[in-house]
């Protein structure tokens, strides 16, 4: 079974003093020994960056220098693999956010959604499970709920 793993996922993997990377690692873990195979698209890497390199004194900032980030990310690319996303994906992401009425930072979601229906993943890893409900086809998951 394929999962992509949510940006919020890929930072609780890499901060392990955030108080959620325990319930993470179990769970990414528990769905190794299933057989499990774990993915990203360039949307992650984009989120990853963004929050990795906020301020600490912004909303769930972490405060890491760009250099600093690139190294986060090449340890995420040596752990997970990347998948290209097809040029289909940019249209089913606007026929998504046009279909919800989404906007706002709502869209990034809808991205990432749009690039596992290309991909063919169905199933996500992600803690903001209802930000996801609105997407046929997709199964958000609770690392609590592995």
Known sequence: MKYLLDSNILLRMLFIADPQSPIVHQAIRKLR????????????????????????????GYGKTPQEARKLVTRLLRRIELIDEPPQTIQRWLRLVTQHNVSGVQVHDARLAAGMHSAGITHLLTLNVNDFGRYRNITPIHPQDV
Do not use: H, S
Not at 39 to 59: C, G, K, S
């Open 33 to 60: 020994r299933q057989g499990v195979k774990f993915y990203i698209l360039p949307q992650n890497l984009t989120e990853f960056w963004n929050v990795a390199t906020r301020p600490t004194t912004a909303r769930g």
